[in-house]
Each structure stands twice: as C-alpha cells, then as structure tokens.
C-alpha cells in the first residue's frame, strides 16, 4: 500500500476529529451548522497540517453534499469554470444542498483566478471552502473575502499530536500488526513543527525502518532515522513562523547578532528572499519609522536588490539591512498614530469634513461654500497657518505622540513651534 499513514487514518467524522474544539467541539462555531448541514462559504486559516483539507472533508459528508476539489498549484480559471458548471448541473440553483468547492491554497490564486469565483459564491452555485496557511485579509480579494466567514484554526498542541500518534496506531491497520511502545516523543514532536501530517508521516518513516516487528520509540531512534536537514526549518510549518519572529524581534531589541542567528537559519532552511526582505520592510516603519527614515529605504532598496540577484549573494544583503535595522535608533510612534485614528475612526464613525476642507470643483459646491474659508499655508510666514484639519467632534486630539530620540525631538519642537499647546506631548 503507497497511501501515507496521514491518508489512511484521515477522520472521516467529527468524532474522529482531533481537536480545533472552538470550532466543531461541543460548543463550537461551527458544530451546529456542520450537524444541520447549513453551511456558509468560508475560508480556513491555520498553520499546515492542522486539519483543513479533513474539515472540508467532514463537512460535506456530513451535509451529503457533491464536492469538488481544486488546487491552487495547478489551477487555473478554466479549470474554475468547469468545476463551477458541473457543480451548477449537480446540485441546481439556490437549494440548501448546493455542491461544496474546496480549493487548497486559496492564497495561492491570482486576482483574475479569484474574481472567476464571484458570480458563483454569490449567487449560490456552490458553497466555496477555501483553505490557506497566509492571513486571507492580505491573500483573497475584499470582494471575496466579504462573501465568506473565515474560520482560524490553531496550531495543534503537544497533547493534540500525541493524541493523533496514538490513534494512528489505533486505527491503522499495518501499525496494528506491529508491537510498537511509545517511549518518548520529544524528537517526533519537535520535527513535525506542530504539522499533524508531517508527524504521522515521520513516525511512518521511523517504524517501517526497522525490521522487527516490536518497536520502541525513542528520541534517539527518531533522530538517527530522520535526516537531520529536516529538523533544521520548516519554511512551510510552524517554524517558518517562529523563528521570523525571533528576527524581527532581535531587530526590535537592537540586537544585531541575534538578527544575524535568525537571518542564518532561514537563509539555511531556504527561505523565500522577498519574504525575508518584506518582513525587514514592515520593520523599518513599525519598529523605526521616523527615528531614522532612513531605514524605509534601505529595507526597500534591499527588498529590491534581493528581488534581482536571489541566493547565494542575497545573503550578504539582506545581512547589512539586517544589522542596519537592528543598530538603528527605535521608534513605533507612526505605528501607533494610526492605530489611534483608525480606533478614533471606529468609535466616531464617518464625522463631516469641515466646509473649508472639502474640494470644489463645480459651482455649485462653492455656492455651498466648499473649500471657502481655506487659509493656503504658502501665502503665510514659516508656510504655516494656525487653522483646524480635525473635524469639530475629535479636534485637538493626538494621534502622533513622537518618540524619545533625538530626530523625533526635533520633530517635537517643529510641532510645538507651530502648534503651542493645542496638542498633548
């Protein structure tokens, strides 16, 4: 038999179903509906190997619906429209039992690809699933995304792996006919990266490489079977997730060597240039921003650099951006400024802009008295004029506080020169 272990024991019920118990536990979000066969189109987010290809699964066997599978590696928009006729033939328009299309790797899909899927969705054709490692707010399209509930799911526990390990050997047929002692499970573990089906896999591997029937699993019997670059990164698992984490907080510590360490073991795990360089990107304006503007460029020039020469030379590249960002003086004033005013935006909702603000492009809207009363700041000393750009509800408010370091200090006086004391530094 060629099926992997993974594949063998997939859950084909909600009982079998390890964990995600916010979602298709007793109390679940999606429980009731999953039971009731009423299901939305949705989009699952979670780390790989955490059970999303097997919750589609579940879902439409358990509603009794035709489903349909598409992958987004070799997918493209005829293909969607294939499905999308069938589907439309199968399950007729508007009936609560409309066939299920799950698509692997929803994130992967160009925005045309996408697009194809709208008419579909919308109008009840079929009932989309999508399944993506990436946050779907950056990956699927607002239009698509508006017309689907999204459903995290989170990364499986230590408990939750040896829970799928012992039911492995539950269930499975060939790991019943050995005797097989679960001594320790550290290495297994630690290799999987929390994917459940990198773990099965392993612990398939493991065992079909002895030859006697009586096995005992130990730390040291997994490492010696598992070659070692498999336990060096993961650019796919949870590692991919951790340890650029661990950079981008180095940066953010000003430690360089750390920075350096974390940059090495994804360069080593052969990580994606331009996901390194994009993280280095957001850094430079959340965790430095106007401290050193400088540091914007330098992500973006290294973002650009790396984009054209790849390995091996990125390295060296992406090493200097590293250590620059990481010995660069420390802001996160603009980052919280506008989460202030996108807070200030949500709880005041869309307040009036004030009359001399607004733009008058017809007649009309200058009888109106659009755009009158606009005081034009080059017309006045220090190009400067002391009028209002809040609206009247929030005026005064501060949303920019500037950082403790010697740019920003200047920026302070620059604001107090001009402003007074309208606002609170």
Request: with cysteine; net charge neutral.
């Amino acid at each position: 038999m060629n099926e992997p272990l993974a594949e063998r024991v997939r859950p084909k019920t909600l009982d079998e179903y390890i964990s995600q118990h916010h979602l298709v536990g007793e109390k679940g979000s999606l429980t009731n509906q999953i039971k009731k066969g009423i299901i939305p189109s949705l989009i699952l987010w979670g780390p790989p190997g955490t059970g999303k290809t097997t919750l589609a699964n579940i879902i439409a066997e358990q509603s009794k619906r035709p489903f349909y599978v598409l992958s987004a590696i070799n997918s493209g928009v005829k293909d969607i429209r294939e499905v999308i006729d069938k589907a439309k033939q199968a399950g007729g328009l508007f009936t609560a039992k409309n066939p299920i299309l799950f698509i692997d790797e929803i994130h992967r899909f160009s925005k045309s690809q996408q697009d194809s899927l709208l008419a579909a969705v919308e109008k009840g054709w079929v009932t989309l699933i999508g399944a993506t490692t990436e946050n779907p707010s950056f990956e699927v399209i607002p239009a698509l995304l508006s017309r689907c509930q999204v459903y995290i799911l989170n990364a499986f526990g230590k408990a939750d792996l040896e829970n799928l390990i012992k039911r492995a050997m539950e269930k499975d047929s060939l790991l019943k006919s050995k005797n097989i002692e679960l001594k320790e499970t550290e290495a297994l573990l630690r290799i999987s990266g929390g994917d459940g089906r990198k773990l099965l896999n392993v612990f398939e591997l493991v065992v079909n490489s002895e030859e006697s029937d009586t096995i005992v699993i130990t730390d040291e019997l997994v490492l010696s079977k598992v070659q070692k670059n498999t336990v060096l990164y993961d650019k796919t698992g949870e590692q991919h997730y951790d340890i650029v984490s661990a950079f981008i907080k180095s940066i953010r510590g000003s430690d360089p060597n750390g920075a350096v360490y974390w940059l090495a073991r994804m360069i080593e795990g052969g990580e994606d240039v331009k996901f390194i360089a994009r993280r280095m990107l957001i850094s430079a304006s959340e965790d430095i921003g106007l401290a050193n503007p400088t540091a914007l460029v330098m992500a973006n020039t290294t973002f650009q650099a790396v984009t054209s020469i790849g390995y091996p030379e990125a390295r060296i590249v992406l090493s200097q951006c590293a250590i620059y960002l990481a010995t660069s003086a420390k802001s996160n004033a603009s980052y919280m400024a506008i989460g202030k005013a996108q807070q200030a935006v949500k709880q005041t909702g869309n307040l009036t802009v004030p009359l001399p603000l607004r733009n008058a492009p017809t007649k009309l809207m200058k009888d109106l008295g659009y755009g009158q009363e606009y005081k034009y700041a080059h017309d006045y000393q220090n190009n400067f004029v002391d009028a209002e750009f809040l609206p009247d509800e929030i005026t005064g408010t501060t949303f920019y506080k500037p950082g403790n370091n010697a740019r920003e200090k200047a920026l302070s006086d620059f604001i107090k020169n001009r402003w007074k004391t309208k606002y609170d530094f």
